[in-house]
């Protein structure tokens, strides 16, 4: 997809709140949420929503998750008794960069990561929308989670980030640790660890960004694909 340049209204609803996403999508999809969308709203349900939606529903054949000695050690669960209470893959999902200015770029320059915007479809065919947080909203029930980048600790005593990466032209492999419990209770409240696994695509473009863009705010939302695995207790 092309870079695009935009209003402070378009950046704030691509990296503002899941729920500014999510209900309208909701309401739209007429889930029994109500809610009332702006003009801006619409014209990206015209767009974003209505490609998700047509988006294939076919299950990805990933490898069984808890099969954990398959993954890279840095992404493995880390949670005693934990099982995977779902499986979802993403059917419609983006990266989403802007162009910025960066100290450590060598043309002073670079594109950084603001949020990912994704529709997932689980294993049990109930649908999640991801979005900046991380947040992952089942729309099945209504739960919601955030999570932040998890650590491991090396051979050596080094505390490193849970990420690995397999596939140097897609983003990295991950296990986020969740940091808060919200929405009504259901499925995602008893969720304790996330996993991104099987990524394809979605890392920054390689060029287009320069001190042009950057005072223009030109972002840029990078498709991908992944599987997402949530790690918890059943109840």
Not at 18 to 23: E, G, K, N, Y
Not at 164 to 171: E, H, L, M, Q, R
Request: proline share 6%; hydrophobic share 40%.
């Amino acid at each position: 997809m092309k870079s695009i340049k935009h209003l402070p209204i378009l950046k704030c609803l691509l990296l503002g709140t899941l729920s500014l996403f999510a209900l309208g999508l909701l309401a739209a999809c007429g889930n029994g949420y109500a809610q009332t969308t702006t003009p801006v709203e619409n014209a990206l349900s015209q767009n974003t929503f209505l490609h998700a939606a047509q988006a294939s529903s076919q299950k990805m054949s990933y490898p069984d998750p808890t099969n954990q000695n398959a993954l890279p050690e840095k992404v493995r669960v880390t949670g005693d008794g934990e099982t995977v209470l779902l499986r979802a893959w993403v059917t419609q999902g983006y990266q989403i960069y802007e162009c910025q200015a960066s100290s450590t770029a060598a043309s002073g320059f670079a594109w950084k990561l603001q949020a990912p915007f994704a529709f997932l479809k689980s294993d049990q065919g109930t649908n999640l929308i991801h979005a900046t947080g991380p947040s992952w909203l089942y729309t099945h029930d209504g739960s919601e989670i955030t999570a932040a980048l998890g650590k491991f600790t090396t051979a050596n005593g080094s505390v490193v980030p849970a990420n690995a990466t397999p596939d140097a032209k897609s983003v990295p492999w991950l296990r986020l640790d969740v940091n808060a419990h919200l929405g009504t209770p259901g499925l995602l409240s008893h969720v304790n660890e996330v996993q991104r696994l099987y990524t394809h695509n979605g890392i920054a473009p390689s060029s287009g960004c320069n001190q042009d863009a950057a005072a223009q705010h030109v972002i840029d939302p990078v498709s991908y694909t992944a599987e997402y695995v949530f790690w918890g207790r059943k109840w």
